[in-house]
């Protein structure tokens, strides 16, 4: 069974996935996106579902035009686990400069 972060791990978010905000409320983390245009924000999601999929993890997330919004959590663990944070590092690493 997959566990829940500890709190030695969740006081490493802020440093490890600074463009990702803990969501009021619930046990997860989000981030936004904003792309050029509705093609390039959907290759993106395109992009994270293949991901998704690799890493057996998938998303609660959301997109309008050339926004797109991601939540991720565990709901096995019952919140945040390191599969949230491997999946948002994988996510953050699609937007880095070849």
């Given amino acids: 069974m997959v566990q829940r972060l500890t ?4 006081a490493r978010l802020a440093a490890d ?5 803990m969501v009021e409320g619930r ?3 989000a981030r936004s996106f904003r792309f050029k245009d509705f093609t390039e924000a959907w290759g993106f999601m ?3 579902a293949l991901l ?3 890493h057996d993890h998938h998303p609660e997330w959301s997109n309008v035009w050339n926004r797109v919004e991601i939540l991720l959590t565990t709901h096995d663990a019952g919140g945040l686990s390191e599969r949230d944070l491997a999946l948002a590092r ?9």
Avoid: F, Q
């Fill in 7 to 10: 709190d030695a791990e969740r």
């Fill in 90 to 98: 994988a996510i953050d690493a699609l937007l880095r400069p070849a």
């Fill in 46 to 48: 395109s992009r994270v």
């Fill in 52 to 54: 998704a999929e690799k």
């Fill in 17 to 21: 996935l600074p463009e990702w905000r």
């Fill in 27 to 29: 046990d997860a983390i």
